[in-house]
């Protein structure tokens, strides 16, 4: 056990965090805003760019995607310098951590160069096409069907919640291309360009705001996409649905220890109750670190740990929720602006400056319902860390 | 921040563990309980195994991993409080096999032509009917004082196998050499950090016993730990282990390092263990249904254990109401 990273790891850091002071963009540069998580600002693209082009993009990947072949504990301490400025690592965050990584992971040569390091210089951007009306939680049982047809497929059906597709410039679509086969044996994935003939989207707002439009309904009709653009085996997909929700999930937790640290930052506790909750949140926080930590150290040993995982995603995402309803009472009426102010303005990131507590509270529901729910992650580690019996 | 064990400490960790699996089995704590079974001949193994050596602050990690594990085993005998409470109080005033306590307050020091004379009442001291010697902490410093010079009488806990006792200094004279120099508010952190590992460790016991229970009890004819409402509930004691496990030893790093954050981290520990027992011991009782209400099934002593560690020095609530205050201190 040790307290600090090696100075190996240290120098890495401090080589970063030479490069970001030399290049963060200006105030001035960061005036338009993005509107979905498909929508990237014109200033935003030249700094992803940058970031690519100078292998800090996503550090662990090799030169030519975006990195520099770092280690994970590197990889760690980058998106912690990232997060001391308020930056966000991307403004397609599916484009970066799932759909460019699943092309990386899954995706033909030719697929890495065509689409994996446009999104990653976001030339383009891409949304996540799994989620269906019927298919939730219980994702393999996705109906959107896709029927080969000479050197293309025919697609048909619908997806939901897409966040950013109607800003997007191409959907990661998980389909059927075999209804015979029991469920997770028979989905394929498809890159299918939103511009496709028969591709609709019809965005619609959050609970948060009419104007906040991010989901997505996406209808397919007779949608033909060339063979070319099947990612990984055919039938193969539910092991690409793991593994792209895998790539997230390596650091997502590191994303809700630095949402606990924000709230540490910017809940202002009044009485007694509220620091209660505030030294729940502190505590949170460190453990969330110390139990991602170890996680990190067995990544960084090539252990694969998926439901020990699970832990620090329950833990994570259920603090947060916890901290920001408590910051929200904490603040009284004054929680009833919408936008509010309730972070430090930082000009990277104004969406959490103008979020007021409610709008923080209401989006800690994404971490606790998006990618696997809380009583999904409490199954798993259930059948697979404490080994109680299937039902 | 790399926070996993190394190969020595797994080692060191599987060791402890297999020793307590068979000097300290349940048989023997049922014995101290129901019969009044003597737990000397214990404290004699672990003093010839060394672990009472394990008194430098750079140990701490070491000594954190014991206790883990003496936790789990419900331990009968004064270590914890001899390795925890006495000797960051009085380092280097017992040698290896002496057991001692401390007493944390009540007790007032006054001085006079021939030294130093104690006296006052401590309440709910932790073995302080059986320790060889006591570290008295008084606004005047810390006093070594041997078990003979002070009146002790056991009181009586829900745990049986803890020993908690009033202690009486009735004018105990002392001279200069009792003195030990130590400061009590860096006692304090080990002690508490030694209290939050006891806590982790009987949480860790009652869940593997409630584990063993669901998964072999069967009720609408499967295993109760089929039931999705037992799994979360068996998920919830999992996680908050783990948030109390990580901050302990974290604690305890601080401590083997030195580091400025040792005060909040012993606070956090702490806090973090009694949470933790809350949830554990509310789910696995729960769990188990009537065969856990039993003074027969075992699950009694950790759950006590865990217990009895909350209700010493602060609770969570205090602890948190200290954390927010430090942490803000600090931060903001
Ligand atoms: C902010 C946000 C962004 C999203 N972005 C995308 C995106 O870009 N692309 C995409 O494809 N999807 C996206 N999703 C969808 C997300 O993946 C799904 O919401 C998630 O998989 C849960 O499915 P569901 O909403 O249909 O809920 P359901 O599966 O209907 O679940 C509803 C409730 O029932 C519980 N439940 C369901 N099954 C069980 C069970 N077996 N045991 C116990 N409880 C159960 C759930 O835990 C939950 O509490 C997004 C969701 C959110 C909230």
Redesign the interface.
């Given at each position: 056990?040790?307290?600090?990273?090696d100075a190996d790891v240290e120098r890495f850091r401090a080589e970063f965090a030479a490069f970001l002071d030399a290049n963060l963009p200006s105030e001035a540069e960061t005036g338009e805003r993005a509107y979905s998580s498909a929508h990237v600002p014109e200033w935003a693209r030249r700094w992803q760019r940058l970031l690519f082009d100078s292998g800090w993009l996503l550090p662990g990947n090799p030169p030519e995607f975006g990195g520099r072949n770092a280690s994970i504990?590197e990889q760690y301490v980058h998106l912690e310098e990232l997060d001391r400025r308020r930056i966000y690592h991307s403004f397609n965050p599916q484009g970066l951590g799932i759909i460019a990584a699943s092309l990386l992971s899954f995706g033909s040569e030719e697929q890495k160069r065509r689409w994996a390091v446009p999104i990653l210089r976001v030339e383009i951007t891409a949304a996540l096409g799994m989620s269906e009306p019927g298919a939730g939680s219980d994702l393999a049982s996705l109906r959107t069907r896709a029927v080969l047809d000479g050197d293309h497929f025919v697609v048909n059906g619908q997806k939901i919640w897409t966040s950013g597709a109607h800003d997007a410039d191409v959907l990661l679509t998980f389909v059927r291309t075999d209804p015979d086969a029991p469920k997770h044996k028979g989905i394929s994935v498809l890159l299918i360009p939103t511009d496709t003939p028969g591709v609709t989207r019809r965005p619609f707002g959050s609970l948060i705001d009419r104007d906040d439009v991010d989901f997505n309904e996406v209808f397919f009709d007779d949608v033909r996409v060339p063979a070319e653009n099947l990612v990984g085996a055919l039938n193969n997909g539910w092991h690409v649905a793991n593994g792209s929700l895998g790539h997230e999930r390596t650091l997502l937790w590191l994303s809700f220890a630095l949402r606990l640290e924000e709230l540490?930052?910017d809940f202002r506790?009044v009485d007694?109750l509220d620091?209660?909750a505030?030294?729940?949140l502190?505590?949170?926080a460190?453990?969330l670190?110390?139990?991602g930590?170890?996680a990190?150290?067995?990544a960084a040993r090539g252990e694969q740990d998926v439901a020990a995982l699970s832990?620090l995603k329950?833990?994570g995402s259920e603090a947060v929720q916890k901290a920001s309803e408590q910051a929200m009472e904490s603040a009284g009426v004054a929680a009833l602006e919408h936008p509010g102010m309730t972070a430090p303005y930082a000009h990277l990131n104004l969406e959490a400056f103008s979020a007021g507590w409610f709008e923080r509270y209401a989006r800690s529901f994404a971490g606790t319902i998006a990618g696997g729910t809380s009583?999904i992650q409490?199954?798993i580690?259930?059948?697979r860390?404490?080994?109680?019996?299937?039902? | 921040m790399l926070f996993e064990f190394d190969s020595d400490q797994r080692l060191w960790q599987k060791t402890i563990h297999e020793v307590l699996v068979k000097e300290c089995p349940p048989a023997l704590i049922r014995g101290i309980a129901d019969e009044g079974a003597d737990p000397a001949p214990l404290w004699r193994v672990y003093a010839d195994l060394g672990w009472t050596e394990l008194t430098e602050p750079s140990e701490a990690v070491e000594l954190a991993i014991v206790l883990e594990e003496l936790g789990w085993a419900t331990d009968p005998t004064p270590y914890l409080a001899t390795m925890t409470w006495f000797t960051p109080l009085a380092p280097g005033v017992a040698d290896g096999g002496q057991t001692g306590s401390a007493v944390l307050d009540g007790v007032s020091a006054r001085r006079d032509r021939d030294g130093w004379v104690l006296s006052g009442v401590a309440r709910h001291v932790l073995d302080g009917d059986r320790a060889d010697r006591l570290a008295v902490v008084t606004d005047a410093g810390v006093f070594a004082v041997p078990a003979a010079d002070v009146r002790a009488t056991r009181v009586d806990v829900f745990d049986p196998t803890l020993h908690i006792a009033e202690v009486s200094l009735p004018g105990v004279r002392v001279g200069d050499d009792a003195r030990t120099g130590a400061d009590p508010r860096a006692a304090r952190d080990l002690a508490l950090t030694g209290l939050a590992l006891t806590i982790v460790g009987a949480c860790r016991r009652v869940l593997e016993l409630t584990l063993d229970h669901v998964r072999t009890r069967e009720q609408f004819g499967a295993p109760i730990g089929s039931f999705q409402a037992v799994k979360h509930k068996a998920v919830d004691m999992h996680v908050a282990l783990e948030r109390a496990r990580a901050l302990a030893y974290f604690a305890a790093l601080t401590i083997a390092a030195d580091d400025p954050r040792r005060r909040l981290a012993a606070s956090m520990a702490k806090a973090a263990a009694g949470e933790c027992q809350s949830v554990v011991f509310r789910n696995g009782l729960q769990l188990f249904g009537a065969m856990g209400f039993t003074w027969e099934n075992d699950l009694q002593f950790a759950l006590k254990r865990a217990v009895a560690g909350e209700l010493l020095l602060g609770g969570a609530a205090e602890h948190r109401a200290l954390i927010a205050e430090e942490y803000r201190a600090a931060h903001v």
């Open positions: 056990m040790q307290l600090t990273f504990l540490a930052r506790p007694a620091r209660d505030y030294a729940r502190v505590m949170d460190q453990a670190r110390l139990l930590s170890a990190l150290a067995r832990v329950l833990l009583e409490r199954t580690v259930a059948e860390v404490l080994g109680l019996p299937r039902s | -």
